[in-house]
């Protein structure tokens, strides 16, 4: 059974680097395709990106100035970094399996239990 | 504003059925049939529940179902139970500039 953890700090001075990391069990990380998403406070689904074994990533428009994504694939482990956070950053951000669609993003299972991240001074 | 219009709630009655849209544009739900329909309870993870517009994981009910006809994707729950009340969210692959989008949610109440 794939389980996915997120770690990483709780608390994120404005202006800085949020660093998160999903840990992968059950399944090899060179297979599927990897996701962040994030939701706000009380608020919806925000797609964050993705990326592939072979290291190629797709990211949100409106992130995509801020965001990496990247692979770890010794610890079988996959990261997010945004940059230049800002309040609006605050949110529940998950980690999830992305399966394709020849190549193209089709559905997120299974998800990691969330990890709420606080953009404050 | 979310990128897919869902209505903000819906509610029904046990044993009922209900029906909740997610209206995209010829760019994302219009054009391709990768529409998927998440179920998050209050401090949980969301779940999968249909993918591919009709298509049921291994172990969801079939109280479940999806469809889509033009630019609106819909799932409906029938026999409603009270454990089915919770957030629902839909999601479409938009292509290659968008990518990925999600509507804004439903709240579900089975009352």
């Known amino acids: 059974q794939v389980q996915l953890q997120e770690s990483g700090p709780g608390l994120v001075k404005p202006s800085e680097t949020l660093s998160l990391t999903c840990s992968v069990s059950?399944?090899?990380?060179?297979?599927?395709?990897w996701s962040w998403i994030r939701q706000p406070p009380g608020k919806g689904l925000e797609w964050i990106g993705y990326l592939y074994h072979s290291g190629s990533t797709n990211y949100n428009p409106s992130l995509k100035s801020r965001v990496t994504i990247s692979l770890d694939t010794s610890k079988n482990q996959f990261s997010l970094k945004l940059t230049s956070v800002t309040a609006a950053d605050t949110a529940v951000y998950y980690c999830?399996?992305?399966?394709?669609?020849?190549?193209?993003?089709?559905?997120?299972?299974?998800w990691g239990q969330g990890t709420l991240v606080t953009v404050s001074s | 504003q979310s990128a897919l219009t869902q209505p903000a709630s819906v509610s029904g009655s046990p044993g009922q059925s209900i029906t909740i849209s997610c209206t995209g544009t010829?760019?994302?739900?219009?054009?391709?049939?990768?529409v998927s329909w998440y179920q998050q309870h209050p401090g949980k993870a969301p779940k999968v529940m249909i993918y591919?517009?009709?298509l049921r994981p291994s172990g969801v009910s079939s109280r479940f179902s999806g469809s889509k006809s033009g630019n609106t994707a819909s799932l409906t729950i029938s026999g409603l139970q009270a454990e089915d009340e919770a957030d629902y969210y839909c999601?479409?692959?938009?292509?290659?500039?968008?990518?990925?989008?999600f509507g804004g949610g439903t709240k579900l109440t089975v009352l």
């Open positions: 999830a399996r992305l399966t394709r669609y020849d190549w193209n993003p089709n559905w997120f299972d299974p």
């Open positions: 010829s760019s994302d739900v219009g054009s391709y049939n990768l």
């Open positions: 591919e517009v009709n």
């Open positions: 999601c479409s692959y938009a292509g290659t500039g968008t990518i990925v989008v």
């Open positions: 059950g399944d090899s990380i060179n297979t599927y395709y």
